[in-house]
């Protein structure tokens, strides 16, 4: 019962801040250059057009979905702006409305990309996923983690490395990997069960993306495993794998 | 002796007043040079620019763009039934976790679990097949998954949201019976949102994977139905 004020102060500071809180956001402002900009009632291509801002018409850009704009008019009408259409409008100082399109220009330089994999680890089925950081065009950090599900052994996998890609703005842009990671390994069991087991690997790799469209691309990949098992030779495992990822 | 020694100290002084006169000269001449041409050039200067009264110290504004937020990112729950494949239909819940890459197409991983019940053999015969662990059907996925269809539904007069079918299909592994089977999943569903981060699903979904448990090498398919809700951001 003592800490019943407290609360109901804490509430109060809460219920007095949370207006501020919220009414401190600013959204962008841009200005229509083109003869006016079409507002959808929904994020896509099939929503109609339900209204238009003139040219020098200014509006509050909301949120982002994929391709579409929120945006909201002087006169308080939101809608829905598509990314073509955005690109006719400008900013406060007269400069260019920018921002990230999934395109080709994007394939070749981009700050994220993510995929998913299905092959073959070691005589297993691989099921796949990574993500990659870009430093540059041409060199990213990547981490995937794969399962792979055999007749023998069951396991999963974590990589961790560099992908180096020769010629970024190919459209087939081979690439080449490196890096380190660890499998664990679960023998099935027959007469006698074998212990599970945890092991590093080092890597060496290398592959080809291909760009299909927007956002997308292939990627197919090789890479030489080797275990260092505990025993007197150490293990080599080969994985190849296919899938496809996007950039972002 | 003293006499001499006198004529060379007043020798030495003269001599020495005489430099520091000289360098005086110079260096007076030196300074009336340098002023002269100060002054034309502050006439110059004067005749070319008005004297300021005031000097302005403006520094550049740096101006600001607001981010504009994004939201690709959909993260939800679900619940609902699955049939295991002679193993009847049980409750199931789950996570997912999807990108939306474009408006037609987005990323989805799913995590769900359910609990198998018996056989009809093990009913007849009241013995068991699997350990109670072992009747955890857990299952991950990754899918693509497609829109199709977007639309609107109308509560009313004034309230509309948007809602779109979309169709998935994707590998993963599910483990059950006390092994890991890799799994193909496809499947459908209907997607509603009352607001722009809010949405809610109905789903059917078949996991697909190889199972001899009972014998017999075959495909199986367990279908599940759910219904959920997710949040974007």
Redesign the interface.
């Known amino acids: 019962m003592q800490r019943l004020p407290s609360v109901r102060c804490l509430l109060l500071v809460l219920f007095l801040a949370a207006p501020g809180l919220c009414g401190a956001r600013e959204y962008l402002q841009v200005f229509v250059v083109a003869p006016y900009l079409e507002l959808h009632t929904g994020p896509g291509r099939g929503y109609p057009v339900f209204n238009v801002v003139d040219r020098d018409g200014s509006v509050d850009v909301l949120v982002r979905y994929t391709e579409w704009f929120k945006v909201r008019t002087d006169r308080g009408v939101v809608g829905w702006v598509s990314e073509g259409d955005m690109l006719h409008t400008v900013l406060a100082d007269g400069s260019a409305f920018t921002f990230n399109r999934g395109d080709r220009a994007g394939f070749t330089s981009h700050r994220f990309e993510m995929g998913m994999f299905t092959g073959v680890y070691g005589g297993a089925t691989l099921i796949s996923a990574y993500g990659s950081l870009s430093f540059n065009s041409q060199l990213a950090a990547e981490v995937s983690v794969g399962q792979f599900l055999g007749n023998a052994s069951n396991g999963v996998t974590a990589d961790v490395g560099l992908a180096h890609v020769f010629m970024p703005e190919w459209r087939w842009s081979p690439f080449v990997t490196l890096g380190t990671g660890i499998v664990h390994t679960e023998p099935k069991a027959t007469l006698v069960q074998p212990l599970n087991r945890t092991e590093q690997t080092a890597y060496v790799g290398g592959g080809v993306r291909y760009y299909l469209t927007r956002r997308f691309f292939l990627r197919a990949e090789y890479k030489s495993h080797v275990v260092f098992t505990k025993l007197n030779s150490n293990e080599v495992v080969d994985e190849w794998k296919l899938g496809f990822a996007f950039f972002f | 002796m003293e006499t001499g020694i006198r004529v060379l100290l007043l020798s030495a002084a003269l001599a020495l007043g005489g430099c520091a006169s000289i360098h005086h000269l110079f260096h007076r001449h030196a300074d009336d040079a340098q002023a002269a041409n100060d002054s034309a050039a502050a006439d110059q200067d004067s005749d070319a620019h008005p004297p300021r009264v005031i000097d302005p110290q403006v520094e550049r504004r740096k101006?600001k763009?607001?981010?504009?937020?994004?939201?690709?990112v959909e993260v939800g729950v679900q619940y609902g039934a699955l049939s295991i494949e002679n193993f009847g239909t049980n409750p199931v819940y789950g996570f997912t976790a999807a990108?939306?890459?474009?408006?037609d197409?987005f990323?989805q991983?799913a995590f769900g679990r359910s609990q198998a019940g018996r056989t009809s053999f093990e009913t007849l015969s009241n013995i068991n097949l699997l350990t109670p662990s072992e009747r955890y059907f857990t299952y991950y996925d990754?899918s693509?998954g497609y829109n199709f269809l977007?639309?609107?539904v109308f509560l009313g007069r004034k309230v509309?949201m948007?809602s779109?079918f979309y169709v998935l299909g994707?590998?993963?592994?599910t483990d059950f019976a006390g092994?890991?089977?890799?799994t193909v999943n496809f499947g459908g569903g209907y997607r509603v949102l009352p607001t722009?981060w809010i949405a809610v699903h109905i789903g059917v979904e078949d996991h697909v994977f190889q199972s001899d448990l009972l014998g017999v090498d075959k495909l199986t398919n367990n279908l599940e139905a759910t219904i959920g809700a997710s949040v974007?951001f």
């Open positions: 101006i763009v607001p981010q504009i937020r994004s939201h690709n990108y939306h890459i474009s408006e197409f990323f991983g990754l693509l977007p639309g609107e509309a948007t779109a994707g590998i993963g592994s092994d890991s089977k890799f722009d974007f």
